[in-house]
């Protein structure tokens, strides 16, 4: 029988008075036994764990939570200045994705999926207030089982197992969603359908770590990957298939809400060993073939292209696609002559699968490229995408190679070809190294700050500023992933090394809402990304330290963890927006001891949900 969370439990809050007495240095390591989880083991688990703890929790000798900083930390006291308290939003925006609006989408064109592309509110529309969690929410369950079993509570939509129903996509079983792991593609499920890729494309000796899922439904094709050593960035629109990305999410699998209209991918390019559509419905041969060339900017010298479903193998299918053979021959032949003059070579086409494969270098190509009159496109640099509009012309190959990139998981340490070949100024392989290192020693002090850092409690993890991925290659563990951010106003574009070292991400610009659901994450980190951004206030208004906060909230999970580490003047203006924002915290000093002017602040946001059963004293 499918596990089954207890949405009811409605424990008393003796809970909550353990977790203050132990103290804030144990909360992290109390809040993953008394979490809502749907175990119904909670209050016994707080209360054996004080009892044996006794409140030490081998805290690092020289870490202490009382910094020493020039006495400036006693400015955070609450007593000291007044703090703005931010009220709960309404129920309505539980599932509120500002930069996804339905009803904003609606007033733009829609020609070229145009409406549903990211238009964020202005000023005056934004939210100032705390995205709820539904009544009933519960912690997702852990990994590997929130692969097949999803909370109903926490995204209560059932379209999908009606419209989805025969293909086993996902179905509703009491007060959990069930995920077989089945598509339109793969009846057989998701593992038949990777064996037969895989008796083509090389997955299991590491050479294919890093997928581009394109219209990815609820992500099965990433969640079943996983097991494969192969982590997958999935997106698709948010449509009226309601949930497709927030189901991913609850699944643990990476995902954002995203579509191929008339904007570049944010992503850099060559970042991906391989890109998959299966039925993803964009039309690949039309307009020139722009899609098919935004695909070959992100997609690695040597990497693989699948497309399953229509029009593939027309003569044999047409019949039941239900659809014109003409007009299917022609979707082909569209798709294969945009191949043909991106030099990809066909490998495989059985069934409804196709599969080509980018050449390793562009010297093969340039006759056949000459004679299609190809037009190859200006930019200086083909990562500059963030709202760049997409462009026919193909992303000629870079003057030094991918092909000294090794294998997964060699490639995690290794120096990416970029750092290398000198292609991120100020970033040489010396610094590269000192960086991994410096991350190393961060990661260790923050799992002994956080016992459940590597226990498979945080599965969704987020870097807000990832710089290189130090953070997340310390991380590595098959029992989480991380979704590593570039802001846009970063000091310098790392993002195409962070998937070089066999990780994901994407570019983002703080001032705006994420592509993402609400409660999308166990874990932020946050990495002088209040610096970053605190400088960039004076030079323009688009957003302050509150809208950066506000959206970590919306997109952190109920009892999710923060850790951000930056200048301690920064990090008291942080403290006091947070102390009305429903967050237990405390500030700690760095490692290396109370002498080091970059500290680190650690939260808990606190379980509450619309309506009322809230932790908050407020």
Not at 44 to 65: H, P, Q, R, V, Y
Not at 115 to 144: M, N, S
Not at 223 to 247: G, T
Request: hydrophobic share 35%; with cysteine.
């Amino acid at each position: 029988m499918a596990p089954k969370p207890n949405p009811g439990d409605n424990r008393t809050r003796s809970s909550i008075q353990i977790f203050i007495v132990a103290g804030l240095c144990c909360f992290f390591y109390i809040l993953g036994a008394w979490q809502r989880s749907g175990f119904g083991k909670a209050d016994n688990l707080a209360m054996e764990i004080t009892k044996n703890t006794g409140g030490d929790c081998n805290i690092i000798s020289n870490l202490n939570f009382e910094t020493h900083h020039g006495g400036e930390i006693t400015s955070t006291d609450d007593s000291v200045s007044e703090k703005k308290v931010f009220k709960p939003c309404a129920p309505k925006y539980t599932d509120y994705t500002p930069c996804q609006d339905q009803r904003r989408a609606m007033t733009f064109p829609r020609d070229n999926m145009i409406y549903r592309e990211r238009h964020c509110p202005p000023e005056e529309e934004k939210l100032h207030c705390l995205i709820p969690a539904p009544k009933g929410y519960v912690t997702p369950f852990p990994w590997p089982k929130s692969r097949d079993y999803v909370p109903y509570a926490n995204a209560p939509y059932k379209s999908l197992t009606v419209e989805k129903a025969i293909q086993n996509w996902v179905q509703y079983e009491g007060n959990v969603f069930r995920f077989p792991g089945g598509g339109t593609q793969f009846p057989q499920g998701a593992d038949k359908y990777i064996d037969q890729l895989a008796s083509v494309i090389p997955i299991k000796n590491g050479t294919v770590r890093t997928l581009l899922d394109t219209g990815c439904g609820v992500a099965s094709l990433g969640a079943y990957l996983w097991s494969r050593n192969v982590i997958a960035m999935s997106f698709a629109p948010r449509d009226s298939h309601e949930a497709q990305v927030q189901f991913a999410l609850e699944r643990g699998v990476p995902a954002v809400i995203g579509v191929l209209g008339t904007i570049k991918v944010p992503y850099p390019s060559r970042a991906f060993d391989m890109a998959h559509c299966s039925r993803c419905l964009i039309p690949w041969g039309a307009n020139d073939g722009k899609y098919l060339m935004e695909v070959d900017r992100v997609l690695r010298p040597g990497g693989y292209w699948v497309l399953s479903g229509p029009p593939i193998n027309w003569k044999v299918n047409y019949k039941a696609w239900q659809r014109p053979k003409e007009e299917l021959q022609e979707e082909q032949r569209q798709i294969e002559e945009a191949a043909k003059m991106l030099c990809w070579e066909k490998k495989y086409e059985k069934g409804e699968i196709a599969i080509w494969q980018k050449r390793m270098d562009g010297d093969s190509c340039h006759s056949k490229q000459d004679e299609s009159q190809v037009t190859f496109c200006k930019s200086s640099d083909p990562d500059d995408v963030w709202y760049q509009k997409m462009e026919t012309c193909v992303t000629p190959y870079p003057d030094t190679s991918s092909s000294a990139l090794k294998n997964f998981p060699e490639r995690l340490y290794a120096v990416p070809p970029r750092v290398a070949s000198g292609s991120i100024p100020g970033v040489s392989a010396e610094k590269y190294q000192e960086d991994s290192n410096k991350w190393k020693k961060h990661v260790k002090a923050y799992k002994r700050i956080n016992r459940l850092l590597d226990s498979g409690r945080y599965r969704n993890i987020m870097d807000m500023n990832a710089g290189l991925g130090g953070f997340a290659a310390a991380l590595q563990s098959p029992k989480l992933w991380v979704m590593n951010v570039v802001p846009t106003i970063a000091e310098r574009s790392t993002l195409g090394a962070v998937y070089e070292r066999g990780l994901i991400g994407i570019y983002h610009d703080w001032c705006e809402a994420f592509s993402t659901y609400p409660r999308s994450y166990d874990l932020i980190h946050a990495n002088g990304l209040f610096s970053l951004y605190n400088k960039n206030f004076r030079v323009n208004c688009r957003c302050n330290l509150e809208d950066i906060l506000l959206e970590m909230d919306r997109i952190l999970r109920p009892e999710g963890a923060v850790i951000i580490r930056d200048e301690v003047d920064v990090l008291i203006k942080v403290k006091k927006i947070i102390g009305g924002m429903r967050w237990d915290t405390k500030m700690m000093d760095h490692e290396d001891g109370p002498l080091v002017p970059e500290k680190i602040l650690v939260a808990v946001k606190q379980y509450w949900v619309a309506g009322g059963n809230s932790t908050s004293t407020q």
